[in-house]
């Protein structure tokens, strides 16, 4: 079984400042993991994902993340933060990739809503 | 190119009504999913599909059933609604392990 826990329900931090929103997960086989940005009313859209190789992995909107298997974490950064970043984040895990095996759904962490403050 | 597409975006129904949302997708993507969000919980999974004609089970999947008569949509039905199914549901198709998702439909159970 996959889990992912998202530590903290609400982040605030201030314009301009560094962003960390952390994610933790749990999974049995090696993961794949992935970060969605949700706006007010509106579906999820991909910010980046993990899948192999290179374990710092550079979104958009200048979000990046790193892998870290002894840690178990895929924390998401930006250096300097927007208004327009004030969302709701999710961090999520799959553990099949679709590479003729199928895929069998994300799992997803209970969010973190980013405030960003004037 | 539209990508995925729900109708309808909002529903209002008494318990024990039926009813039935559409997902749509026109990217010819194989993979296909239903999930439900509910505040502080995230998504959960539905059901989902790997294939026109293929079902299966996700992590909350009582209450619904699906269907994928055709490769572009992927039917979540509810028999009798009860009001713990007030949500709102996300659907999303795949491709190359990226989900794409819905605008989602906002459903109320009174």
């Known amino acids: 079984a996959q889990s992912v826990t998202q530590l903290g329900s609400h982040v605030s931090v201030s314009e301009g400042a560094l962003v960390l929103l952390r994610c933790n997960y749990s999974?049995?086989?090696?993961?794949?993991l992935f970060w969605y940005v949700q706006y007010p009313n509106q579906g999820l859209q991909l910010l980046l994902k993990?899948?192999?190789?290179?374990?710092l992995v550079k979104g958009i909107n200048g979000f990046e993340a790193e892998f870290k298997k002894s840690e178990t974490s895929f924390h998401l950064t930006k250096p300097s933060a927007h208004m327009s970043d004030a969302a709701e984040y999710f961090c999520?895990?799959?553990?099949?990739?679709?590479?003729?095996?199928?895929?069998?759904?994300?799992?997803f962490g209970k969010g973190t809503h980013l405030i960003i403050q004037p | 190119n539209a990508g995925v597409t729900q109708t309808p975006k909002f529903r209002v129904l008494k318990t024990g009504q039926s009813m039935t949302l559409l997902c749509a997708q026109d990217?010819?993507?194989?993979?296909m999913y239903w999930y439900r969000q509910d505040p502080g919980m995230g998504l959960r999974l539905i059901h989902y599909?790997?294939?026109?004609?293929?079902?299966a089970k996700g992590e909350v999947p009582d209450g619904y059933n699906v269907s994928r008569l055709k490769k572009q949509n992927f039917l979540l039905g509810l028999e009798s609604a009860a009001p713990s199914q007030t949500s709102v549901y996300f659907c999303?198709?795949?491709?190359?392990?990226?989900?794409?998702f819905g605008p989602g439909t906002r459903l109320t159970v009174l």
């Open positions: 993990y899948t192999t190789g290179a374990t």
């Open positions: 599909s790997v294939g026109e004609g293929t079902t």
């Open positions: 999303a198709s795949m491709r190359a392990g990226e989900q794409f």
């Open positions: 999520a895990v799959t553990r099949l990739m679709y590479s003729g095996g199928g895929a069998d759904g994300l799992t």
């Open positions: 990217m010819n993507h194989e993979y």
């Open positions: 999974s049995s086989v090696p993961p794949y």
